[in-house]
């Protein structure tokens, strides 16, 4: 349950740039994890060039969890945000992809 002053286990956010059916720039923002915010780097260079899909995103999520140095604390264990930090930035970079891309689409 919510309560005042609650803040997210972890958290990420994803801004990509399209070109034709290329990932020309990718941003990814981790929260709630560390003492600040931090970007995955190592993740969005993975994701240039590259064609917004399932294995690429996969592989981004993947390092983007092994380079975050999240803290562990009475919420969570630091293995278990980092899971949570793969999973959510797999799930950021196929919805900022949009339905049409990710198969879902018309």
């Known amino acids: 349950s919510r309560r005042d002053g609650d803040f997210a286990m972890a958290a990420v956010a994803v801004a990509l740039t399209l070109d034709g059916g290329t990932i020309r720039d ?3 923002g981790l929260g709630g994890v ?3 915010p931090t ?3 190592e ?3 993975a994701l240039a060039g590259t064609e917004p ?3 690429a995103f996969r592989d981004a999520a993947a390092l983007a969890a092994r ?3 999240p803290v562990a604390d009475i919420h969570a264990s630091a293995e278990h ?3 949570v930090i793969e999973v959510l930035t797999r799930r950021a970079l196929e919805e900022a992809c949009g339905p049409e891309v990710n198969g ?3």
Request: charged share 40%; no cysteine.
């Open 34 to 36: 560390g003492g600040r």
């Open 26 to 28: 990718a941003r990814i």
């Open 104 to 106: 879902h689409g018309p």
């Open 67 to 69: 380079h975050a140095d």
């Open 39 to 41: 970007r995955a780097r």
């Open 81 to 83: 945000r980092r899971r």
């Open 43 to 45: 993740a969005e260079a």
């Open 53 to 55: 899909a399932g294995a």
